[in-house]
Structure formats: structure tokens, C-alpha cells
């Protein structure tokens, strides 16, 4: 507990580059470092059982809101160098850089509640040849994202939406979805043919929009934007009924075709709720730039899972934070986080001259000798 306490203060304080040797000289209690390596490397916890610790506490403060909400991406961290000690690595597209790059692939879901939003689980995605090599069976990313929607777990009473983009809408993972009860909303792409009913014509979404007059369109407002939208309800091959949204942004004009499988939400709610596909997103973000979760050096890929499931368990403190503080961003609650550290740090201080420890010794046990 001792490791784990250190290691998360050290993710979440930490401004510089984030290896386990800084993150354990950044704290007060500096041990040998190789005890924190072996911690991640050699002991029996595994990533699995930490990130149901965290999502079993964010679940006990959120707030039950009547429907809850499975965000399910994939994100790229890039190795530069091509370094062929560590396990894993491959050639992965980034969507952010819009070209292919070397690295590790995680497909990742997040849940929101209410006001409450987290990373919740997480799987390593192998490419064809990196998995062959490492004698491991090979798995798509939308097989993945099934292998997360069947190891959720759910409030009893909530209605549960899955929230993807276009990449995993498909008929496997809305099968999954709906096996567990859950409804799907995501984006379509622009190729996509429907039918009206399933025995009806066959067309293609982007020929489709383009015979639609303006007028045939509906304004709907969400979070100050204003958009113009249309619903069409059609039958979809695997998938079965359900209603796609056309929207047009009206600032731009950008286009999105959103699928739901849940016929009786309104216009605004379909809008509404997918916008929170976007928490996975700055969840990534935040991980990467705030927490290190691109900057491991360990080898062994399932020390790199843990260290993983540590910056979820940092961000997922900070989410706690953030809920019952009611502060606006995890900025705000890694500020409160650091100050309470240095609040910590100088009770240590006053206890130390309490007890008749010279200044001198405080400074050694305080790291301020210079």
C-alpha cells in the first residue's frame, strides 16, 4: 500500500516527465526506487483488481441518474525510436496525427453517471503480426470493445446507452449491447446504406442528403450550439430498426450521421447524449499531458497495464475529488490535491520540531539538504 500510495501522489503531482524514478524522488518519503519497479513488476495485484477498486468507489459517491453512459474508444501512445525490448509495440493509425504510428493501442471505456465521469476498463489491442509473434490470439478493436460491453457492470435500476463513433458501429458491437440490455448511440459514416424497411430500397447516406431540401430540417439548440437535424427511421442490415439523426452544425456546416437503437429518445436527447462521447476523449488527454500515461519505460507489457490502471486510479481520485469539492475540472482538483501535499508537508515539519528534531535533521528528512 505503502508503493501504490507514493506512486499515485507522485502521478498526480509530478510536472516533469514521468518515469518511477522521478515520480519517487519527487516525493518526501524517498525509498530506493527498485522497490517501486518491483512493485509494478513482481507483485501478485494485477491491473484488473485495481480498476474495479476504483470504479467500485466512484460508484459508491455518483449519484444515480436514471441512465448511465459507456463511452468505448481506442487511443495510440507513440514510442519514438522504434524500441524492440518493449512487448507489444506495433504500427497503430493515430486519429489525432492522422497518420500511422508506432507505439501501443489500448481500446478503453469510460462510464458517466450523472456528474460523475472515469475511465473504467481497459484492453491492449495487438495488430496481426504482433499478436502472431507473441503467441497471442489475435482480436479486432470492435472484438475488444464487445469483450468490455459483456465485463460491465451496471447499477440494476439504470438505463445503460453505449456512446461509440463510427469506427464501432457495427453489427457485432450493437449486438453485444443489445444482448446486455444496454441501447447504442454512434456516428455513422457517410457510406452507410439503409433501407426504410427491410425489404424497401436500399440507399446510400450521402447520395440520401443530398436530395433533402433545407426545409425538411429542424433546428435544435445544445450547449449554446444550434444545429439543424433530421430524422429518418430505417432498417438497418444486423442491426434491425433504429433511427438515424442527420445533423448539420449551423456555424459550419459540418455534417454527422448518428445512429440510435432506442427509437422513442428525442431529437435532443440523441444530440444530448452523444455529445458525451467526447468525456472519453478529454479523459485521454488529461491522462496523457497531466498524468504520464504515455510516458512508461517498462518493458513487459503487463507491467505497462499496471502502470496504466495506476493513472486511471489518479485520475479517478481526482475525479472524486472534483464531485465532492464541486469544482468545474480535474485542473482545479489537482490543485486542491497539491496544496492538501503541501499542507501534509508542513504539518510533517511542525510535528518534527514538536518531537526536538534539529533543523538540520529536518532538513535531511525533508530532502532540503542542498
Known sequence: MRHFKKLLNGIIEYDGRHSISSLNASQIETRDVS?????????????????????????????????????????????????????????????SKGRTVYGHCLVTSHYRMGDVSFPYDFRFYLNETVASESGKVFKTKPEIACELIEKFESF???????????????????KAAKERGFELIGALKSNRVFQFTEHGKKHKLSTY????????????????????????????????????????????????????????????????????????????LYCKDRLGMNQYQMRKLKAIGKYCALVFAAYTLLESLRVSNNEQSLGQSRQYF?????????????????????????????KLVA
Open 209 to 284: 442528403v443530398k436530395n433533402l431540401r433545407n426545409t425538411s430540417f429542424e433546428k435544435v439548440e445544445l450547449k449554446g450550439e444550434a444545429f439543424k437535424v433530421r430524422r429518418i427511421e430505417v432498417w438497418l442490415k444486423g442491426i434491425g430498426n433504429a433511427v438515424i439523426l442527420i445533423s448539420k452544425r449551423i456555424k459550419d456546416g459540418s455534417k454527422m450521421f448518428i445512429l440510435s437503437t432506442d427509437m422513442n429518445l428525442s431529437n435532443e436527447d440523441i444530440l444530448k447524449y452523444y455529445s458525451h462521447r467526447w468525456d472519453i476523449e478529454v479523459g485521454y
Open 35 to 95: 522497490n517501486d519497479i518491483k512493485y509494478i513488476r513482481n507483485t501478485n495485484w494485477t491491473c484488473e483488481e485495481l480498476l474495479k477498486l476504483n470504479r467500485d468507489f466512484l460508484k459508491s459517491i455518483a449519484k444515480k441518474s436514471g441512465a448511465g453512459f459507456l463511452i468505448i474508444d481506442d487511443t495510440v501512445i507513440e514510442k519514438q525510436g522504434k524500441p524492440k525490448k518493449i512487448e507489444g509495440l506495433g504500427w497503430h493509425y493515430s486519429h
Open 156 to 174: 440494476k435500476d439504470e438505463k445503460v446507452y453505449c456512446l461509440v463513433d463510427s469506427w464501432y458501429t457495427s453489427e457485432k458491437v450493437v
Open 338 to 366: 497539491k496544496i492538501m501535499k503541501k499542507r501534509e508537508y508542513i504539518d510533517q515539519v511542525i510535528i518534527l520540531h514538536n518531537k526536538g528534531v534539529s533543523k538540520k535533521d529536518i532538513y535531511k528528512k525533508l
